[in-house]
């Protein structure tokens, strides 16, 4: 079974300042990893995805993020923070076969001007 | 592209009075399509996977009697939360998979749903 560990479920950085997002995945098959991101009162939006090919991935917005099978590791970045990225941030996992995603609780990023 | 929307945005019923959200896949046809609840301060829980034509896959501890899923064409499915509780009050968000691919889902900005 699959199943995503975010490692911090609040993250305070200040503007300008580099954005780091942890998360640990567990999975049987070779996973396909995925971050997206819920802004207040919107829909998820995809950030980036990794499906096998490079294992580094680059995003929207300037983030990017490193699968890393040694460590079961799928951490999102971002060089420099912008205020509008304040947002809650969700590490997921597919399981490749139907499609069912699995969540991470979830990261809120708080950016301080 | 691919974009889904969900109506209402919001909605308060009475208890014991059934609600149905729509799920839309605007610019994409959608076999599939997914339902999620997501309680306040947590992640989403995947209810039900719905594909167009045939009965709804829910997942354990889902009832489907009362999360009623019709996916009646390639770009509509419906969720009816039946019988009402105020434990149902919840955000309930939809996503859908465009076209041939088989891993990015697309999701719809949600519908927040308090039962009096």
């Known amino acids: 079974a699959q199943s995503v560990t975010q490692l911090d479920s609040h993250v305070s950085v200040s503007e300008g300042t580099p954005v780091l997002l942890r998360c640990n995945y567990s999975?049987?098959?070779?996973?396909?990893l995925f971050w997206y991101v819920q802004h207040p009162n919107k829909g998820l939006q995809l950030l980036l995805k990794y499906t096998s090919a490079a294992t580094l991935v680059k995003g929207i917005n300037g983030f990017e993020a490193e699968f890393k099978k040694s460590e079961t590791s799928f951490h999102l970045t971002k060089p420099s923070a912008h205020m509008s990225d304040a947002a809650e941030y969700f590490c997921?996992?597919?399981?490749?076969?139907?499609?069912?995603?699995?969540f991470g609780a979830g990261t809120i990023l708080r950016v301080k001007s | 592209g691919a974009v889904v929307s969900q109506h209402p945005s919001r909605v308060i019923c009475k208890s014991g009075t059934s609600v149905k959200i729509e799920c839309r896949s605007l610019?994409?046809?959608?076999?599939?399509m997914f339902w999620y609840r997501q309680f306040p301060k947590k992640s989403l829980m995947l209810m039900a996977t719905?594909?167009?034509?045939?009965?709804?896959?829910?997942e354990q501890g889902v009832e489907k009697d009362k999360f009623l899923i019709n996916h009646a064409s390639l770009t509509l499915s419906t969720l009816t939360v039946t019988s009402a509780h105020p434990e149902d009050s919840s955000f309930y968000i939809c996503s859908a998979i465009a076209g041939t691919s088989t891993d990015t889902q697309y999701f719809g900005p949600g519908t927040r749903l308090t039962v009096l």
């Open positions: 610019d994409f046809q959608a076999t599939t």
């Open positions: 999975s049987s098959y070779s996973p396909s």
């Open positions: 719905s594909n167009e034509g045939s009965k709804a896959t829910y």
């Open positions: 997921v996992v597919s399981d490749g076969y139907g499609n069912k995603l699995v």
